[in-house]
């Protein structure tokens, strides 16, 4: 596949001396998801922004499909469509009136068909003739979302596109992703809702101080960083694990009526059969057992901890 | 060039002048009449002619000027602001757009709706008094570039704003004595000699006199002068967008 935006060690100081991005470097696919994950204040608006040409990056080299975004801004926004973080929109004017204007400044021409396809498949067509202001946050965000991809654009930023939407709706926003990637469209969000980066994401970037910690497939990562574990619950009780089980990544729960046991499930041997055998030799009975695998939000949460 | 991003701005800018169509008409018309009560009836009693015209016809090209110069100035101004004020500036910058294709769609509706306003003007001022234009397509040239070059400003003005106290300053500390001041309603010959050479250091006064001029034949100052005098102006204005362009002051950071 061919790299269609690439960030090569961007730095951006603003203006009030803070260094918001410190040294990014990013490449993206053509036609892949990546969700970028990160806490308040990491950096992911500014890279965005930047990629953008709505801040100018302090240093380092970004091209957009070979366009370099400084030089041949021209070719290279053309390509690209935002869906800022901010409900930024004119509040007097219609509905598709906005959408039309991001068109036209994009250098396209007028296509009623076009535009109605969009504002149909955002639940918008009804509202296409009120004005912005009439509009609830979850539908100005559609609007937004309208707006840049009026212009049919090839690499799509999704600034936080859900917050705010209610979950049906949300659902509904997942689709128009999956169908924009089935056209080819490449499509890099951020998102607080972990949930929506492992339900849509091919790729996870964390950014955490300005840094990207990690970009990896999401299956990938889940599988490097997903630590299983085993609950064993008891008939009885116990206070401490018995000294046979000793070998064993074994602890007792608070209560004592369950030994919980940690494994690695891409291991070469997960020690399963051996336990519950050992298990049955130190006369434990077991009533129920149950496994977990850690979330991708455990494991944010992990990485960024260890980072902070 | 990317003309369809140009026709955008320009169309989206002309559609919020289209949808207070109505006031954008009366108002001018209101304050027009007034000042020909005010101006024309009470003091025009009293001065019987200016330059050889009748004092209501004398004021008709500085009552012109006075108002195209301030909707100019405000226009252009606020709607440059206004998206840096809600946001949506955010699209512009991100767009395939050059500096000077924002300038162009925004400066060009600004000035379209000021003209609109001068002709308004115009066209009320023949319900009042007797009115001959000279030089039609001079009065027209001086309309255009009058209206282009306060748009250029208050371009700047916008930009430079960072708040709405700061968009009011300039055009009221500024433009609009320099406009009253400027011989709208007065030739700069009836002041005293003293203040006949300082207000020569008013630019508002070479073009109001040039104005007038393509109107009645007779001016202040010479025509000449006049022509340079908006030349300068615009291309001051012109330096700065060019220099605002060159280091994105207060719109790229
Ligand atoms: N215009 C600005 N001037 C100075 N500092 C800024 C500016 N914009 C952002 N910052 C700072 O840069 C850092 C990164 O901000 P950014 O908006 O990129 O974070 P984010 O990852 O998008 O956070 P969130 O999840 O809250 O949207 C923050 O510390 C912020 O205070
Ligand atoms: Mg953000």
Redesign the pocket.
């Known amino acids: 596949m061919s790299v269609i935006l690439s960030v090569e060690n961007v730095t951006k100081t ?3 001396g ?1 260094e ?1 991005l410190k040294g990014v470097d990013l490449q993206i696919d053509e036609g892949e998801i990546l969700a970028l994950l ?10 965005i922004s930047t990629i953008c040409g709505i801040t100018t990056p302090s240093s380092g080299r970004i091209t957009v499909a070979g366009h370099d975004i400084l030089s041949d801004y021209r070719q290279a926004r053309r390509i690209i469509g935002l869906v800022p ?1 901010e409900l930024s929109l004119e509040p007097f004017e219609k509905v598709i009136n906005t959408v039309r204007l991001s068109r036209g400044l994009f250098g396209k021409g007028r296509d009623e068909a076009y535009i109605e396809k969009i504002l149909r498949q955002l639940s918008l067509w009804d509202k296409r003739n009120a004005k912005v202001m009439e509009l609830s946050g979850g539908m100005k965000r559609r609007v937004l979302i309208a707006k840049a991809l009026s212009h049919e654009p090839r690499v799509l930023f999704l ?2 596109p859900t917050a705010g939407v209610d979950v049906e709706l949300r659902k509904d926003m997942w689709q128009v992703v999956e169908e924009l990637k089935s056209n080819g469209v490449t499509i890099i969000l ?1 998102t ?1 809702y972990i949930e929506e980066a492992e339900a849509i994401a091919d790729r996870v970037g964390v ?1 955490n101080q ?1 840094r990207i910690l990690l970009v990896e497939p999401k299956v990938d990562l889940m599988q490097r960083m997903g630590r299983k574990q085993l609950t064993i619950e008891l008939q009885d009780p116990v206070t401490d694990v018995p000294d046979s089980l000793k070998d064993y990544d074994l602890r007792a729960s608070d209560d004592g009526n369950a030994l919980i046991y940690c494994y690695d499930s891409n291991g070469p041997r997960t020690g399963i059969t051996t336990l519950l055998a050992d298990l049955q030799k130190a006369g434990l009975h077991m009533t129920d057992i149950q496994t977990h695998q850690s979330s991708l939000e455990e494991i944010f949460v992990d990485l960024v901890k260890e980072t902070a | 060039m990317n003309f369809q991003a140009v026709k955008a701005i320009y169309l989206f800018e002309m559609a919020r002048f289209f949808r207070t169509l109505a006031q954008s008409f009366l108002s001018p018309v209101l304050s027009t009449s007034l000042y020909f009560v005010v101006f024309g009836a009470a003091i025009g009693s009293r001065i019987d002619q200016v330059e050889g015209v009748s004092y209501g016809a004398f004021i008709v090209p500085g009552l012109i000027m006075l108002s195209v110069m301030t909707q100019a100035t405000s226009n252009a101004s606020f709607g440059i602001y206004f998206p840096k004020f809600i946001g949506t500036i955010y699209e512009l910058l991100s767009a395939p757009i050059s500096f000077f294709e924002i300038v162009i769609g925004y400066v060009g509706a600004a000035a379209t709706k000021a003209l609109f306003v001068g002709l308004v003007i115009l066209g009320t001022a023949y319900f009042f008094v007797d009115l001959q234009i000279a030089h039609p397509l001079a009065m027209f040239a001086f309309l255009i570039l009058t209206c282009l070059s306060f748009s250029l400003l208050g371009f700047i003005i916008g930009i430079w704003a960072q708040n709405f106290e700061q968009l009011q300053l300039i055009p009221l500390l500024v433009i609009t004595p320099l406009v009253f001041l400027g011989g709208s309603f007065y030739s700069i010959s009836m002041l005293p000699p003293v203040w006949q050479t300082i207000t020569l250091f008013n630019p508002v006064v070479y073009l109001i006199s040039g104005f007038r001029w393509s109107f009645f034949g007779a001016a202040d100052v010479g025509i000449g002068v006049s022509l340079i005098a908006i030349a300068a102006f615009t291309a001051i204005c012109l330096a700065i967008i060019w220099w605002i362009f060159k280091t994105g002051y207060r719109i790229r ?1």
Do not use: C, R, V
């Not at chain 1, 990160?38 to 890279?47: E, F, H, I, R, V």
């Open positions: 603003y203006d009030s803070f918001a990160g806490p308040n204040g990491a950096g992911k608006t500014t890279l973080q600034d936080e951020t607080h950014i300005g | 950071s």
